[in-house]
């Protein structure tokens, strides 16, 4: 009663019943589409970029992890992660897996004592949390993936620490590269924002 079909083409069906008669169905055109390439995934610090699809889900230990549905994910713990992608006929492809046994903390210079980005991703705004082991001017730029610099801040810190909100609602969804520097040397930490 029932068929699965890989290749394009007209189908229909004939039908007998126990008198012997025949009854014909209409036909039914099938088009078969080629599967997606498979994506693959590339590692910047922490941050995972799956290459240009449609559609994305990521998938951590082989289970799908809420909300990650970008074309970047912010790694927060280890595991063995995936991304499943799919085209504009929703078609599907996965990833081959990427072992994470290790997250890159950076490795701050020495004048800085404290650093933090949240939330990361970002919607809309990122409060940067800085503190020196002395006071000091401190640049904070924005670059995007292209190296073009599309936010600047000249902050002036000290031991006690600063809390600024970076108004990002100009920005198109990405990853982004804050780069921080002071007393002639520089730590960048990824950032991605969304629009969840």
């Given at each position: 009663?029932s068929?699965t079909?890989?290749r394009s083409?007209s189908?229909?069906?004939t039908?007998?019943?126990?008198?012997?008669?025949?009854?014909?169905?209409?036909?039914?055109?099938?088009?078969?589409l080629?599967?997606?390439a498979?994506?693959?995934?590339s590692?910047?610090g922490?941050?995972?970029?799956?290459?240009?699809a449609?559609?994305?889900q990521?998938?951590?230990n082989?289970?799908p992890i809420?909300?990650a549905?970008?074309?970047?994910?912010?790694?927060t713990?280890?595991?063995?992660?995936?991304?499943?992608?799919?085209?504009?006929?929703?078609?599907?492809?996965?990833s081959?897996?990427?072992q994470?046994?290790?997250?890159?903390?950076?490795?701050?210079?020495?004048?800085?004592?404290?650093?933090?980005?949240?939330?990361?991703p970002?919607?809309g705004s990122?409060?940067?949390?800085l503190r020196?082991?002395?006071?000091?001017?401190?640049?904070?730029?924005l670059?995007?993936?292209?190296?073009r610099?599309v936010?600047q801040?000249?902050?002036?810190?000290?031991?006690?620490?600063i809390?600024e909100?970076?108004?990002l609602d100009?920005?198109?969804?990405?990853?982004?590269?804050?780069r921080?520097?002071t007393?002639?040397?520089?730590?960048?930490r990824?950032l991605?924002?969304s629009?969840?």
């Amino acid at each position: 009663r029932s068929i699965t079909v890989g290749r394009s083409g007209s189908y229909s069906l004939t039908v007998t019943d126990g008198d012997g008669c025949r009854g014909a169905s209409d036909p039914v055109t099938v088009q078969t589409l080629p599967a997606p390439a498979r994506p693959i995934i590339s590692r910047s610090g922490d941050v995972l970029t799956s290459s240009r699809a449609h559609g994305y889900q990521w998938l951590r230990n082989h289970v799908p992890i809420p909300g990650a549905t970008d074309q970047f994910y912010q790694l927060t713990e280890l595991g063995t992660y995936a991304v499943q992608i799919s085209d504009s006929n929703g078609c599907t492809a996965e990833s081959l897996p990427l072992q994470v046994s290790v997250l890159d903390v950076g490795k701050l210079p020495t004048a800085i004592h404290a650093l933090d980005l949240y939330p990361n991703p970002a919607n809309g705004s990122v409060t940067l949390f800085l503190r020196l082991h002395a006071q000091g001017r401190v640049l904070v730029e924005l670059h995007d993936m292209l190296g073009r610099r599309v936010l600047q801040r000249r902050l002036h810190v000290d031991a006690t620490g600063i809390r600024e909100v970076l108004q990002l609602d100009a920005l198109q969804p990405g990853m982004y590269f804050v780069r921080v520097t002071t007393a002639g040397s520089h730590v960048v930490r990824p950032l991605l924002l969304s629009r969840q």
